[in-house]
DNA sequence: ACGCTTCCCTGGAGGC
DNA sequence: TGCCTCCAGGGAAGCG
């Protein structure tokens, strides 16, 4: 389930280790999981490469190459990267593996292969090929932006929240969590929100996924009034009212909220 | 245009 | 114990 802030972290996390080295050898385990490319062309494309330095869009990674191109990275449901020093600690399902000069090694992890790493040639020419619209936290997406994106769409605000082409980075799990501090139905017509409830929307979705990045995306260090950590518990009930949280289908997938806090607009 | 289903993919949970 | 089905939810695609 990564989304803006599982990707930021492992953006971070990128950072940190596996940036400013050459890479020596690429092996691939499972090349489902490579896109547009195939194993060899990705090997070809990466050996005695260094990546410089990193670009988030939503949930996309990318990585800079010193000789230009960029590497992308998706996560998919169960993706996350990991850098180790013996081969023997890599975890299981590390499909894509890369081994520095220096003997670490960084592999993409992904045990339902729902995500995939892929060449990128031209990046503005994929950021355009994966029609994200603007980064949820982008600086630019202020408030009075924010309303413009709804303007004159309709459906679900969940739905909306989601949808990658409108803004990029908020799935299932922060849609749910940004409805919730916003006090609205996951399955309120957008058209049904005006101006207050917008701001108030755009606020918090600021707001909780910046949380959430603080927080390192561990729900055990995340604001006390999150629902994040109730999402697996059964029988939870709402961490602000005691009442016990529903769950409704939303946009195909599973909604969590609390009934008394987001009252349904129906 | 919207909303719903199906598919990809795997493993954990619960029923029988 | 073991088999079966459902569910998780990122995204693409197809249908009415």
Not at 55 to 79: C, I, N, P, Q, S
Not at 186 to 204: C, I, K, M, S, W
Not at 243 to 262: D, H, M, W
């Amino acid at each position: 389930m990564p989304e803006l802030p599982d990707v930021e972290t492992f953006r971070r996390y990128l950072d940190a280790t596996g940036l400013h080295q050459t890479i020596e050898e690429v092996a691939v385990g499972d090349e489902r999981v490579v896109k547009r490319a195939t194993p060899a062309d990705l090997a070809d494309y990466l050996q005695g490469r260094r990546l410089e330095r990193t670009y988030r869009r939503g949930k996309h990674l990318f990585a800079a190459l010193d000789a230009g191109g960029w590497l992308e990275v998706h996560f998919g449901m169960t993706g996350y990267l990991a850098y180790y020093r013996a081969s023997g600690e890599a975890p299981e399902y590390s499909h894509v593996r890369f081994t520095y000069a220096n003997g670490y090694h960084l592999a993409f992890v992904d045990r339902r292969k729902l995500g995939y790493v892929a060449p990128v040639r031209d990046l503005a020419a994929c950021l355009a090929e994966l029609e994200l619209g603007i980064d949820a936290l982008d600086p630019e997406l202020d408030a009075a932006a924010f309303r413009e994106l709804a303007e004159g769409r309709r459906g679900q605000v969940k739905c909306w929240l989601m949808d990658q082409a409108t803004l990029a980075g908020i799935g299932n799990v922060y849609s749910d969590e940004i409805l919730f501090h916003a006090g609205i139905h996951p399955r309120t017509p957008l058209q049904g929100l005006g101006e207050a409830d917008l701001d108030r929307l755009h606020g918090q979705l600021r707001a909780v996924l910046k949380a959430a990045i603080d927080a390192q995306v561990q729900p055990g260090a995340m604001p006390a009034d999150f629902l994040v950590p109730l999402r697996e518990v059964a029988d939870a009930a709402c961490p602000r009212c005691g009442t016990p949280l529903a769950k409704v289908k939303a946009c195909g997938r599973t909604a969590q909220y609390c009934p008394r806090c987001q009252p349904s607009a129906e």
